[in-house]
């Protein structure tokens, strides 16, 4: 079965850089989820999209923007890159935003920051 | 704001042995609680999801169970094995279906 593919799977950057992780949701699943998951922490959830809409906003900071296009792929754009935003990030799907729809994660970007 | 605890944080057991994962959350207006596996530095596994009007769910060696009342889930894992070594998430659905996670159990089994 199909399931959420993320890219790149590894992104190295500079301080200060930008960088763009993608999302492609399951096939027909139109609610997408990003999260964040520091070394040694859980994930903290970022912001996430129905219908292209954002639909809930979490931990995000002003320097990360997203969205979410007409074939419900997502892109997580962050600029001025900090050591901090090492982590793996990751993206999850749902047929649904409601309470209760399963969602799938996908492999994870690591991204590291140098 | 809901909170997750996860407890214990790390577990060793031997293998074949029955075991026992503990979750606990604050905010009982819980709409679903899931619990996933995830291998080092690897993705997160969805095992099963309870919606908030179910008390248990079961696959194959894995039952979980949820009490909103007392806010807790519990993932039981039976005759385990080696494979099973992961952490093991649970993680609270709220409005929206954001999830929110506990910090996780290492789990060791040892042939």
């Known amino acids: 079965a199909a399931g959420v593919i993320q890219s790149p799977r590894h992104l190295i950057k500079e301080k200060r850089e930008t960088a763009t992780l993608k999302c492609y949701p399951i096939p027909r699943h139109d609610t997408v989820y990003w999260y964040q998951q520091g070394p040694g922490q859980d994930p903290q959830f970022l912001i996430s999209f129905y219908e292209k809409m954002q639909s809930d906003k979490g931990s995000i900071p002003d320097r990360f923007s997203a969205q979410q296009f007409s074939d419900y792929h997502s892109e997580l754009n962050m600029s001025s890159l900090e050591l901090g935003d090492s982590a793996l990030y990751f993206c999850?799907?749902?047929?649904?935003?409601?309470?209760?729809?399963?969602?799938?994660f996908g492999p994870g970007t690591r991204l590291t920051v140098l | 704001k809901q909170e997750v605890t996860q407890i214990p944080a790390a577990l060793s057991v031997p293998e074949g042995e029955n075991l026992v994962l503990n979750c606990s959350f604050t905010?009982?207006?819980?709409?679903?609680l899931q619990w996933f596996r995830q291998d080092p530095g690897k993705g997160l596994t969805s095992l099963l999801l309870?919606?908030?009007?179910?008390r248990e769910q079961t696959s194959g060696r894995l039952n979980a169970s949820l009490d909103k009342s007392s806010g807790r889930s519990t993932l039981y894992i039976a005759a385990s094995q080696p494979g099973d070594s992961a952490t093991y998430l649970c993680?609270?659905?709220?409005?929206?279906?954001?999830?929110?996670f506990g910090g996780g159990t290492r789990l060791m089994v040892k042939p």
């Open positions: 993680a609270g659905g709220g409005a929206g279906n954001m999830l929110t």
């Open positions: 309870i919606q908030s009007s179910q």
């Open positions: 905010d009982s207006a819980i709409y679903n």
């Open positions: 999850a799907s749902s047929l649904g935003a409601g309470g209760g729809d399963t969602q799938y």
